[in-house]
């Protein structure tokens, strides 16, 4: 049988770092390669400080160059959701998967293994292949495998030492099982062959896509359910752990939020939805874009709860926004929840204090600075990025949780009442602070959180016009100030 002894990576972003850190790890016979276009990127994974936030046990050191002697080589490049032309808002923009290839087959000679790795709509594999056939040498030999990566953020290193399963897809004819068969000798150091799965190419595009919205379907579903709680008195957890209880459906993804963020979710979806309308499947993209649509109307909805709480104004009021990450344990901000609630927050013009322990402040000065998000010089008029929890806190007339740092639940909250305008109120976002609310209403805060009713009858909110949608993926309105 065939065997891979050098792999080369393209894309040393939050997929292909850990990736290859892990096989370099566990097959030490294999010599691992990572290259991208971003020169500063391979720098910092050569240096003491990664470009990345993640829980790492191992690193491996990166080279910026394409060593064409490489036998395997797998691509993990961005596949962002196109912001332009046909398809736009929705369709997966597979430029950068296109680069790639391209640069595979000018540089490449002999027996070559190709593997998209990046989330992909279905069929982007024969469009890898058709670049190749198109380019052929006749000393050249490309076979093209999908082996999508099922990570979360936060846990990748966790999730790629112990998988609930690897897919690997390719072509039914013997060079392409030899292909297959290759990469499994490779995971098969550490992962039982009973996890590794093998399908036919197109099963394992669209596996991804499936379970991404499979998964962001059941956050939509439970913060649908939220909203009914609180208008009637029950408690979403509860219900949470009361239908979690059920085999049959199980109790992961069943955390009411604010709603869900990251580079996949809402893109894995979307590209669900444009695959549909594109295959005549009206229906099932109608359905599928309802989750969207669910997620969107919980981030209003918990934007407009704050401003109604707040005597249906915040113009001109401090509000410290605790957590700015789409979920804890990672510095990405891709489609974070907070990005929307600053915006609508912004609109209304708040004073926006914000801390989040491993964002950093230029992250956040970019995400908010989109012109989808803000206008003219809104973020430097209401945007002040803090140091620390209490800072951001003090003079505030409300606190915001946006991600479930742990740190959210061990801060002294007594001190920051102290220092807060009155009345205090906590918005929890994330449900971190759900043991604590005797205690907090002892102090004298004021809490309103998902799917629960805690604070006492207030004046309800009647705005005058319903926030608007927007999305992050809309192409801008106009030239961002550089």
Not at 23 to 30: D, K, L, S, T, W
Not at 353 to 369: A, F, G, T, W
Not at 421 to 440: M, S, T, W, Y
């Amino acid at each position: 049988m065939f065997e891979i002894k050098k792999i080369c990576c393209i894309g040393a972003g939050y997929v292909g770092g850990p990736t290859c850190s892990v096989i370099a790890h566990m097959c030490p016979e294999i010599r691992v390669t990572v290259v991208d276009v971003n020169e500063s990127r391979i720098n910092a994974w050569n240096s003491p400080t990664l470009p990345i936030y993640e829980w790492y046990t191992v690193k491996i050191n990166c080279f910026y160059n394409m060593n064409i002697s490489l036998i395997y080589f797998w691509i993990i490049v961005n596949t962002p959701t196109k912001t332009y032309g046909m398809g736009k808002g929705r369709a997966a923009d597979l430029k950068y998967i296109e680069a790639c290839a391209r640069r595979i087959v000018q540089n490449s000679n002999g027996y070559k293994i190709v593997t998209e790795k990046s989330t992909v709509p279905v069929r982007a594999a024969e469009s890898i292949r058709r670049i190749f056939d198109a380019n052929t040498k006749p000393n050249l030999n490309l076979q093209v495998l999908s082996n999508p990566e099922f990570l979360a953020e936060g846990t990748a290193i966790k999730d790629l030492k112990n998988p609930d399963r690897v897919l690997i897809g390719g072509d039914e004819t013997p060079e392409g099982q030899r292909a297959v068969q290759a990469l499994c000798a490779v995971y098969e150091h550490w992962v039982p062959r009973e996890k590794i799965l093998t399908t036919n190419t197109w099963s394992s595009e669209l596996s991804k896509l499936a379970a991404n919205a499979f998964l962001a379907q059941r956050i939509s579903s439970i913060n649908s359910i939220s909203a009914l709680c609180e208008a009637t008195g029950a408690d979403v957890e509860e219900v949470a752990t009361a239908i979690g209880m059920d085999q049959r459906i199980g109790n992961k993804f069943l955390k009411a939020s604010v709603g869900f963020g990251g580079s996949c979710f809402q893109k894995d979806v979307l590209n669900l939805v444009y695959l549909c309308e594109a295959l005549n499947l009206p229906e099932v993209a109608r359905y599928w874009q309802q989750v969207i649509d669910m997620n969107d109307y919980q981030r209003r909805r918990f934007a407009s709860r704050i401003i109604d709480s707040l005597f249906n104004t915040v113009t001109d009021k401090k509000i410290a926004i605790l957590g700015f990450a789409f979920k804890k344990d990672t510095g990405d901000t891709r489609e974070s929840s907070s990005i929307y609630i600053s915006k609508y927050l912004m609109d209304e013009g708040a004073h926006l204090h914000i801390y989040d322990p491993k964002v950093p402040r230029e992250q956040i000065v970019v995400d908010l600075s989109h012109p989808g998000v803000s206008e003219d010089d809104q973020v430097s008029r209401l945007v002040t990025i803090s140091k620390d929890p209490y800072e951001a806190c003090d003079g505030a007339h409300a606190v915001v949780i946006c991600t479930e740092w742990d740190m959210f639940k061990e801060l002294d909250y007594e001190r920051i009442h102290k220092k807060m305008l009155k009345p205090a109120f906590i918005f929890d976002g994330r449900r971190v602070l759900d043991g604590l609310h005797n205690e907090l209403q002892t102090i004298g805060f004021q809490i309103e959180t998902i799917g629960k009713k805690v604070s006492s009858k207030r004046i309800p909110y009647a705005p005058s016009g319903e926030i608007p949608k927007f999305s992050l993926q809309d192409p801008p309105n106009k030239k961002p100030k550089v």
